[in-house]
């Protein structure tokens, strides 16, 4: 998160990040959101517990020595998707590595780690080998998955320019992944892709924010995504859905007019005609019969604009589809030029895209038309 508040949210309060962190969880059906670099003193916690607890629960660790401006993580569970009565956090290494075990679904359980690494490498070995050591005296089952901002890269192809991290930091966070049997399943499954979650104002590229699972997760998460988000940072956000095999099937539920709709004016001109073709054949009914009265106008009504409206919201979603294929090919062969590693220009242009990508594809859930540009 970069600090609890940003001016460029327009206020001075304390907390102003987490206005937008409570909306982004609701927008995005987010059940657990893991953050770092919350800087959250007890004052802090207690000002988001009174306006925020109906729908969200902050699980917090500060930093011992500078609370309020130095590291912190947190988890934020979302009230209105998980049960936030049953779960128990165990605090590794204050403000730098939390644990949360919270009851998932029915009688099964999920152990998660929220990690914020130190940016200097030397501190890295003692680190890793700390979480290890305290994972085991701590008695803290495997996790399921391990997530957060580990301000190091396994390997040369997350960096632009490419470039391999300290090999005993390195070295360390693999034997603690191999002690609690974790993978970066995303990498597993992208082996060549190259895709970045931070951006360095030297124009360095870095996928710095991972999510390890536990490979008896590998069929039951889906659904990868990195976007940039409402909560000002320099850091990318990292999604990914979880569904165990045993989960109920939850449909897409009932149909309902995409609010957008409402400012596209050939259409609002096309259900004001109808519903005056409308008015005026009830007005025109000389006798009630079974085909011909109020009632059946009304259906027919109904059915004629619920008809427009998914003609026009597929108009509109199929251009904005038809966009982000475009830039998701255009992503894809700037990715792979061989000079993003030694040019500037290059990753400005990965990162103009990505960010033209995310906020298509937002448009496209909320059903909008695309701004012309």
């Not at 030694?342 to 103009?352: C, G, H, I, L, P």
Request: charged share 25%; proline share 5%; glycine share 4%.
């Amino acid at each position: 998160m970069k600090g609890r508040a940003s001016t460029l949210l327009g206020n001075n309060n304390e907390i102003s990040k987490w206005s937008a962190l409570h909306h982004v969880m609701r927008e995005k059906k987010i059940g657990i959101l893991c953050v770092q670099e919350t800087h959250l003193l007890p004052e802090h916690e207690e000002q988001i517990e009174t306006l925020y607890s109906k729908r969200i629960k902050v699980l917090n660790s500060r930093d011992p020595l500078r609370p309020g401006n130095s590291a912190g993580v947190a988890f934020v569970v979302n009230k209105e998707i998980l049960d936030p009565n049953d779960l128990k956090t165990i605090e590794i290494i204050p403000g730098r590595a939390l644990a949360l075990r919270i009851k998932w679904h029915n009688e099964t359980y999920l152990t998660l780690a929220n990690i914020y690494a130190s940016n200097n490498h030397t501190q890295h070995p003692d680190f890793w080998n700390t979480i290890a050591r305290l994972w085991q005296e701590k008695n803290i089952p495997y996790p399921d998955f391990l997530m957060g901002d580990f301000n190091i890269t396994e390997d040369a192809l997350d960096r632009a320019p490419a470039r391999l991290d300290n090999e005993q930091a390195i070295e360390a966070l693999r034997n603690l992944r191999f002690q609690l049997n974790i993978q970066d399943s995303w990498r597993m499954n992208n082996p060549t892709l190259r895709a970045f979650t931070f951006y360095s104002n030297a124009n360095s590229h870095s996928r710095l924010d991972r999510i390890y699972s536990s490979p008896v997760h590998e069929l039951s998460i889906y659904g990868w995504d990195s976007c940039t988000s409402a909560i000002p940072t320099d850091h990318r956000m990292i999604l990914v859905r979880y569904a165990p095999t045993n989960t109920p099937f939850v449909g897409k539920g009932r149909w309902s007019w995409p609010i957008s709709l409402l400012n596209d004016e050939k259409f609002i001109k096309k259900i004001s005609e109808i519903g005056r073709q409308t008015q005026r054949e009830i007005t025109n009914h000389q006798q009630r019969t079974e085909t011909e009265n109020p009632q059946r106008s009304w259906e027919n009504f109904k059915s004629k604009i619920r008809h427009n409206a998914k003609t026009t919201a597929k108009e509109h979603l199929y251009k904005i589809r038809q966009r982000v294929k475009q830039l998701e090919e255009d992503l894809r062969k700037t990715t792979e030029n061989n000079d993003i590693d030694t040019n500037e220009s290059t990753r400005r242009q990965k990162a103009w895209i990505e960010n033209s990508r995310t906020n298509n594809n937002k448009l496209r859930q909320n059903g909008q038309p695309r701004a012309k540009q």
